[in-house]
């Protein structure tokens, strides 16, 4: 009626009503629904009709407009329906005026008939039927319209154990249709898979303790270093299932090029970044962190032998007096004899007067990365790829401050050389390597 006065623009609802009237057509009645009372649609239905009209509205999430049309029942009855069912649960849907007093027999009172007896049954298989699906939704995060007959016996016994402390054990197997064997054997895989809750609990401990840095290899390490003997492939699974990964972001690399203000070097590291050493080949280049309060950019030296970082220097802005600084710092550490080859890209910091005075001053050889090509200092790239992955990236920064920033960027090279455990290494962290060796006491 309301789109009938839009489309024709009628002021009023009595107007077309007057209108209608005039016309003298005929009025169009209104469907009955609940006020017909024949056998195939009581004006009161059973509670089968109520509990599969709950069921399908609320539990599978069906339209009511749309169940209330195929079964014959307004929707106003389905929603009171379903307001006595959670009241008072089935029995409060039952129709007691039209249940008929059993007769007396001798030795029991008041005893039901055999249909209230099938009614009462149903009612039960139906509440089965319902908590199942909930607990198919709740516990399995299924969807609400998936079949129970579609799921694996590992996902049934899961529902079985869930409800056995209501209903029967072998009346739960009956209604998923799982063998008896089936559900004690899920059951026997479950009481295995728990053999591993301790080593869990410690590979859980390990990964927040170092901040979610270390992948499965440096965890199995660290459980190898404790006397905790498992082999890869399970603390692989464990930290899978968990949900345990270290979580990987790739950006856009600081690029210091300027053109050719000086003549090149060649390659003379040329990719080989072993060293048989300490302070035998270095690696250096900067990279930029950029947070809401700024940028920082870290200027690092890199030793090949077991990428230890003798020195860094921290800056605002990435001038010359930053890789001045930092060469400045590490040329302090080396011993009379020690002349270690420095290789760098061919950005603007390692081609000016002042970088190359002091290479020629310590006696250093220089060596530099062709045009473009950043495999040809792999391993400094590596280094931070990783220090930003396990540092920066995936991180809200928003608050910090630039100060606080460099604070907690000196903390993580600072365990980077003394804590953090590399495989290469024999699973010990560079200066626990050294200290092997005897290189440092």
Known sequence: MTNTIRILGYPTRRALYTWIENEALPKVSRKPLDNINTMDHPRNPPVEVKMDAIHRCFELGESIKCVSEEIGYSRASIYAWRKRYLQGGTVALMNYKNIKPGSLTEGTQNSPSAELQQLL?????MQMEIDILKETINVLKKDPGINTETLKNKEKAVIVDALKEKYSLPLLLKQLKLPKSSY??????FKKQD???????????LFHENSGRYGYRRIHALLSRGGIFVSEKVVRRIMSEDGLAVKVKSRRKYNSY???????????????????KPNEKWLTDITEFAIPAGKVYLSPIVDCFDGMLPYWTISTTPDASMVNDMLDGAVSLLGKTEHPIV?????CHYRWTGWISRMKKAGLERSMSKKGCSPDNSACEGLFGRLKNEMFYNRDWTGVSIHEFIDILNEYLIWYNEKRIKISLGNMSPLEYRRSLGFVA
């Open 195 to 205: 053999k591993y809750s301790g080593i869990r609990k410690k590979i859980s401990d």
């Open 343 to 347: 290789h760098s890209d061919r950005g």
């Open 184 to 189: 004690y054997y899920q059951k026997a895989v």
């Open 121 to 125: 049954a149903r009612m039960d298989d």
């Open 258 to 276: 300027h053109g050719e203000i000086s003549p090149s070097v060649p390659n003379t590291i040329n990719r080989d970044f072993h060293a048989k």
